[in-house]
């Protein structure tokens, strides 16, 4: 892996974000682990790829303990490149990782205004009510985190999030509501977090999607490495 990834995969360690979702988390067998109440896979989680090297069969089996006490629906965070040691385990998504080279470009004219969440409920209207969870009045007032919301005419309709992990600068929840697809408030959102970002760490990334990918290549993202998704092998019913 390059050095970027290194720093990436290494960020995972730092569990300041897992905070203000409440108390259940831990650090298990030396893996941050976080159960949120929500019905996906990835709201249960323990983040592997913080480790400095491939877990041991041991350090599975705890974490796995920790996580399917507390869900039916888990997930370990690997890197891809490690996903093959992992015994017992096949792969539930892949997220590449993009990260940001140079300085963003200047931002585009936009319909929406650009500017910090005024509360929960403002970034909730975009972000979708049912992903509350994620976004407490402890997630607000973190220091760790910097949520940004547009605004049409006053009323929110989309929203992204910068999460500081250790020395790098994760973006996330870009978001903008179906009617206001198409009119270049996404890309907005995702310049204007990426300056925002870009004024904690020098190493700015994200984690893409199949549709997202061109958009933020088009923005000066660079992939980096890859994340995957495990969950358990299903033995035979």
Sequence with gaps: MGDAAVRISAAHAD??????AGDDWAVVSGVPCQHIALPYPWATIGRVLALPGPPTA?????????LRARSRQWTLMVRAEDEHQVAGFQRWDLMPVLALQGQPPSRPRSVADIGPAGDRDEFLVPYGGELAPLVTDA?????????LVARVGGEPVGCARVRLMADTAYLGAITVLPTWQGKGIGTALSIAAGELAGRYSDLVWLHCTPGSRAL??????????DHALLVPVQGPS
Aim: proline share 3%; charged share 25%.
């Design 15 to 20: 569990t300041a974000d897992l905070t203000p």
């Design 58 to 66: 041991d350090q599975v089996i705890q974490v796995a303990d920790w």
């Design 139 to 147: 997630h607000l007032a973190s220091g760790r985190m910097h949520h």
């Design 216 to 225: 933020y290549e088009r923005l000066g993202y660079r992939q980096v490495d």
